[in-house]
């Protein structure tokens, strides 16, 4: 199971923290990932980070405003945005890889558990 929160209404260039809560599994135990989906659009992968954390992944479109992070011991998984912009505004999804690897842990099939989603909305 897992718990996405922490999403709301922020202006552009103001930031949020997210949280993705684990229960039922050992999150240690998976690669972990952060998807969005925009209205209207398809779901997006945004990052990656491995089982320990020692190494993450993020898209094009987010790399240096977004930071992926995780502590396993309090069974979450956050995603901070900075900087954000209106075209981030989306529902962000958690979601737990099924396989191994940051190369492979980005495609919607790779996953076989994902959150509720959280809205994020950005706007003046």
């Known amino acids: 199971q897992l718990q996405a929160s922490g999403g709301g209404l922020v202006q552009p260039g103001e930031s949020l923290r997210l949280s993705c809560a684990a229960s039922?599994?050992?999150?240690?135990?998976?690669?972990m990932s952060w998807f969005r989906q925009a209205p209207g659009k398809g779901r997006e992968f945004v990052s990656t980070i491995s089982r320990y954390g020692e190494t993450t992944a993020y898209a094009d479109s987010v790399k240096g405003r977004i930071t992926i992070s995780r502590d396993n011991a309090k069974k979450t998984v956050y995603l901070q945005l900075n900087s954000l912009k209106p075209e981030d505004t989306a529902t962000y999804y958690c979601?737990?890889?099924?396989?191994?690897?940051?190369?492979?842990?980005?495609?919607?099939?790779?996953?076989?558990?994902w959150g509720q989603g959280t809205q994020v909305t950005v706007s003046s």
């Open positions: 039922r599994f050992v999150l240690g135990n998976y690669y």
């Open positions: 979601a737990r890889c099924r396989r191994s690897g940051l190369g492979v842990c980005r495609q919607a099939p790779d996953f076989d558990s």
